[in-house]
């Protein structure tokens, strides 16, 4: 429980820490490359979601998140996800949503920072990192590790 608390802590205080650097060094002086045509740092203010869908939408994803994270809650309360890798992969998605919330609360919107110029991909931050990655590691849990969630049967019984 402990573990799942300080993962979340760490991820949510990084979060913050990385969009208070961008809301004052990257908005104040424009972006930064890292890797030229590649890779910078650039700040922007999202007041959407992905891909900058549903602008303007702030309540919405305010109270879709707090919907969200008490179906999280609730789940982990119940101890309906089993074992670390399922726990991680929930605690980051959690985490992830938690940075962003707290964006979108006390600023109207979320704070993104890293942008890969070379592709065609939205602007995005550290709380974005934890959801996707949360998410992946959820998709490979139902799949492939507890497969009874799906209601199929758990290692071939």
């Keep these: 429980m402990y573990l799942y608390l300080m993962i979340t802590v760490f991820a949510v205080a990084l979060d913050i820490a990385v969009k208070a650097w961008a809301s004052g060094y990257l908005a104040s002086n ?9 890779f910078r740092l650039t700040y922007v203010e999202n007041r959407g979601a992905a891909f900058s869908i549903l602008q303007g939408k702030r ?4 109270i879709l998140t707090f919907i969200v994270l008490a179906f999280m809650v609730w ?5 309906k996800v089993k ?12 985490s992830g949503a ?14 993104d ?10 602007v995005f931050n550290v709380a974005d990192i934890f959801l996707n990655v949360g998410a992946i590691m959820a998709v490979i849990y139902v799949l492939f590790i507890d497969k009874d969630l ?7 019984k």
Excluded: E, H, Q
């Design 150 to 156: 799906l209601g199929g049967k758990k290692n071939g």
């Design 98 to 111: 938690v940075g962003n919330l707290i964006d979108r609360i006390s600023k109207g919107y979320v704070v």
């Design 83 to 94: 074992g670390k890798w399922g726990n991680i992969a929930l605690v980051f998605i959690f």
């Design 30 to 38: 424009g972006p930064l490359t890292v890797i030229r045509g590649v």
């Design 113 to 122: 920072m890293f942008d890969f110029c070379l592709i065609d991909f939205p």
């Design 59 to 62: 309540w919405f994803f305010i």
């Design 75 to 79: 789940i982990f309360i119940k101890k």
